[in-house]
């Protein structure tokens, strides 16, 4: 009689990626006044380097739709360890070493964000075919690790720059970067299962005739959306705009919103089976709209950073919970539903902090006014979340169509 599978390294490995798909997002970001004023880069321009960086991932995206089940699971997520551990290192020296820093900067930026977009595709469904019981809990706690993976970066980060500087963020990104190099060993040899049985899943053609499946395409912009913009921005938001200094900016602004988005996934990871996913998801949404506006508005600092915190624990079920729903009402939408949803979630994380700094740069480089403007993707997300709650799928039609 055969061992049992022990499916806890792979569990692990899931978990250190989405730590992995953290570093990569929130690291950057921290640097963003730094590399204003070391290499006198505009709002507009460091904007774009979170539009290239989400853009990539939903290019990725698309791809993994079409190649991830020829190629295979193992060798695609391999290769997303290294690419984001290569960008990172390549990130403190290719820049220096350009004519134009800002090219060096996003040539890195595209290469880590390959690696990052290929975690975001493929944790969730590798962790999902895993035979663990309450998957709708299991995924709620697999995103957490974002979130503490976030609170490790900004804290050890900033603990770091106290220290030594700045300057030195370099010797930072390289330690970093050992993270995802190690975590490839792992990935190499845990054991990973097909979400669907070969020739059962979807296709992109039959997922794009499902009704529900355009809903949850838009529910996803407004989650990823409505989590980047304050994420990306939080930092610059808190020195520029609050005026705090740039170590208590980093503490109770991305990293104040990276903690509240983690309790919220582990609150729900622990006792979501006594609450209904919807209505959390509509209660949060309309939590994010007023988070947004709280942090707008705010006419001392302690509100404005009040705003981002609140932000971060609304949104917390937003993105791991539309990936539930999705994933229980086509459940045969494997690889490509994961890659769409990641995709759509990208999409509107490339537009939500895009936003933020082209009305900021319109309006006087006035970071409120950027985060004003992105009330618009609570309000979607909402809006999907009461029509999905609502509408009944029709009898008969291939996962759940409506």
């Not at 932000?311 to 539309?322: A, D, K, L, Q, Y």
């Not at 985060?371 to 993707?377: D, E, Q, R, S, Y």
Request: charge should be neutral.
């Amino acid at each position: 009689m055969s061992e049992p599978v022990n499916y806890n390294k792979t569990k692990l490995a899931c978990y250190l990626g989405f730590v992995t798909q953290a570093i990569t997002a929130n690291f950057v970001p921290l640097l963003f006044l730094t590399f204003y004023r070391t290499y006198d880069i505009s709002y507009a321009k460091l904007a774009f380097i979170s539009f290239t960086f989400f853009v990539t991932q939903l290019i990725v995206d698309f791809l993994c739709a079409k190649f991830v089940d020829k190629i295979g699971y193992r060798k695609c997520i391999v290769i997303a360890q290294i690419a984001s551990g290569a960008g990172l290192i390549a990130l403190a020296f290719v820049p220096d070493l350009c004519p134009d820093p800002y090219v060096g900067i996003l040539c890195c930026v595209v290469i880590y964000a390959i690696g990052s977009g290929l975690i975001e595709v493929l944790c969730s469904p590798i962790m999902e075919a895993c035979p663990f019981e309450n998957k709708d809990r299991m995924m709620s706690l697999l995103h957490s690790f974002y979130c503490w993976g976030s609170v490790g970066t900004i804290l050890l980060s900033t603990m770091f720059f106290m220290i030594f500087g700045t300057d030195r963020w370099r010797i930072l990104i390289c330690l970093w970067a050992m993270i995802p190099l190690y975590n490839t060993y792992n990935f190499a040899t845990c054991p990973i299962r097909p979400i669907v049985e070969d020739g059962e899943g979807m296709t992109i053609m039959q997922l794009c005739k499902t009704g529900i499946f355009w809903l949850f395409i838009l529910l996803m912009i407004g989650a990823g959306a409505s989590e980047i913009a304050m994420s990306q921005w939080a930092s610059a938001f808190a020195e520029s705009s609050l005026g705090v200094t740039k170590t208590m900016g980093d503490l109770f602004g991305p990293c104040g919103f990276a903690v509240f988005m983690g309790i919220s996934r582990v609150l729900y990871g622990r006792f979501g089976g006594k609450v209904d996913l919807y209505r959390f998801m509509i209660v949060s949404g309309i939590l994010c709209l007023f988070s947004y506006l709280l942090a707008a508005f705010a006419a001392w600092p302690v509100m404005g950073l009040i705003g981002c915190m609140t932000c971060g624990f609304s949104v917390g079920i937003m993105w791991p919970g539309s990936i539930s729903i999705a994933s229980s009402k086509l459940s045969k939408g494997g690889t490509a539903l994961f890659a769409f949803l990641a995709l759509a979630g990208d999409l509107g994380g490339a537009a939500g902090p895009s936003l933020v700094g082209s009305l900021s740069q319109m309006f006087g480089e006035d970071l409120r006014n950027g985060i004003l403007g992105c009330v618009c993707f609570p309000i979607l997300l909402v809006t999907c979340t009461i029509i999905l709650k609502t509408k009944k799928p029709k009898e008969g039609n291939m996962g759940g169509a409506l």
